[in-house]
C-alpha cells in the first residue's frame, strides 16, 4: 500500500470517528477569556455597560477578567469601575466607585450558541445602594450579551480542507445533549454527523 494511500485512510478514519455519537468537546477556561476578550472586552481590554471612554462623569466598566469554575458554575472575576455624576462647573459630582466583582452563571445551549443563565454578581468586599445597582445592571448584561458561537467554531474547524486528501466534509444535524462545569472548563455532549465527500 502506498503511502499516499495510507494517509487517505487514516484521515477518513479520524473523520469516521468524528462523526459518532455522543462525541465531547472540552473548552478550558483560558479559551473561554480569549472568546470574552473578543466579544464582550473589546475597547482597550474594557467591557462598558453605561457610556464610553469620553465621557468622564457617565461611564461604567468592567476589565481583567479572570475566569474559572465555581461551584458547578462558571465564574468571571473582574474589576469594575464607576460613575454616575454631572459636570458641574468643570467637576464630576455625584456617584462613583471601583471594586472587584464576582460573576457566576450556568452556560446553556441555545439557537446553537452558548449564553448564560441564572446570572449572579456579587461584590467583593463592599457593598452599598450604588453597588447593588450596579451587581444588578451588570447580571442583566450579561445575560442578554454574551453568546459563544460553537457551530461556528465546530463548523470551521471539522468542514476545514485537509490535503493531500481529495475529499470535503459538510456538518450535520449539530447539537448539544449536555453542558457543565469541571475543574478545567466548560464539558459539551454532542451528537453531530459529518458528511464525507
Known sequence: MSRRILTAAA????????????????????A???????????????????????????FAYLEHPEVSGLAGRL???????????RNFLGRCVGLGD???????ATPYYHDNVIGFKDVRVDSINKDGVY??????ALAYSFANEF?????????QILEARRDPLPITQELRNFEVRDIHVNGDGLVLNLDFSLMVK
Open 131 to 136: 453597588i447593588r445597582m450596579v451587581r444588578s
Open 147 to 155: 453568546q459563544y458561537k460553537v457551530l461556528d467554531d465546530a463548523r
Open 32 to 58: 473561554i477569556g480569549k472568546v470574552l476578550a473578543q466579544q464582550v472586552f473589546t475597547q482597550e481590554g474594557r467591557k462598558y455597560v453605561r457610556g464610553s471612554k469620553e465621557q468622564r462623569c457617565n
Open 11 to 30: 484521515g477518513l478514519t479520524l473523520f469516521l470517528a468524528a462523526s459518532s455519537p455522543g462525541a465531547e468537546l472540552q473548552i478550558q477556561y483560558s
Open 98 to 104: 471601583s471594586f472587584d466583582v464576582q460573576i457566576a
Open 75 to 85: 465564574a468571571i472575576r473582574a474589576r469594575f469601575t464607576g460613575r454616575s455624576a
